[in-house]
């Protein structure tokens, strides 16, 4: 069965690095999300993408925050300076055309910021 | 503002009972997918089971059912013949269907569920 990966599993960096984390969304899937779950909290919304561009953008995907899908399969998120308040884990969701709506997401990906 | 509420941050039960999760949600739209989430210590987010705000049907997934009350915004999720595989964190979760299909899910805070041997 199709599913979204994500790499790396767990990242760790150093305050005020650049971290780029990777999906990818499953093939014929042309909607693509990352959200974000600060350990013990609720999953929060970041960003929606569709045909190349970023459909909505929550507050908290401030310009420190940006997506790419650079090559057709990658979809990507960078974060250019880190703050340690941008630990969490991030999943990558995608969804399929259709009238189901069903986001399916990746394992996540750890980041830790020291 | 749309918000999801779980107020049942940590509950136990024992193997092979019936647990129900709450949930209540606030909305004014009328167009919507309810869901729940399981995200088991792997951290990995499953989805355990949807339902169409236009359909007055609950939904069932074999052991997993809702009760949807549309009126009253409220979304629970009973359990029925709990398996300790069933322990993790659920996400009572919505979305807003618009035109663009491009529709973020909002997730409530969780409830942390453990089912004991």
């Known amino acids: 069965e199709p599913e979204v990966t994500q790499t790396p599993s767990h990242q760790v960096t150093q305050m005020g690095q650049e971290v780029i984390l990777r999906c990818v969304p499953i093939?014929?899937?042309?909607?693509f999300y990352w959200y974000r779950q600060i350990l013990g909290q609720k999953v929060e919304f970041l960003v929606s993408?569709?045909?190349?561009?970023?459909?909505?953008k929550s507050e908290i995907f401030d310009d420190q925050f940006s997506v790419e899908r650079p090559d057709g399969s990658n979809f990507t998120l960078k974060i250019r300076s880190t703050k340690l308040e941008d630990s969490a884990m991030y999943f990558c969701?995608?969804?399929?055309?259709?009238?189901?709506?069903?986001?399916?997401f990746g394992p996540g990906t750890r980041l830790t910021v020291l | 503002a749309q918000t999801v509420t779980q107020s049942q941050p940590e509950m136990s039960v024992q193997e092979a009972e019936t647990v129900t999760l709450s949930c209540t949600y606030d909305?004014?739209?009328?167009?919507?997918?309810l869901f729940w989430y399981k995200q088991p210590p792997s951290r990995q987010m499953i989805l355990v089971i949807r339902q169409e705000a236009y359909k007055q049907q609950n939904a069932t997934e074999n052991r997993f059912s809702v009760n949807f009350q549309k009126a009253a915004k409220s979304f629970s999720l009973k359990i029925s013949d709990s398996q300790l595989g069933d322990t993790a964190m659920y996400f009572c979760a919505f979305m807003i269907l618009t035109a663009n299909r491009d529709d973020k899910i909002i997730f409530g805070k969780g409830t942390r569920l453990h089912i004991l041997p």
């Open positions: 993408f569709y045909n190349n561009e970023i459909s909505e």
């Open positions: 093939s014929n899937h042309l909607y």
């Open positions: 909305t004014s739209e009328n167009n919507y997918y």
């Open positions: 969701a995608s969804t399929r055309p259709g009238w189901d709506n069903e986001q399916f």
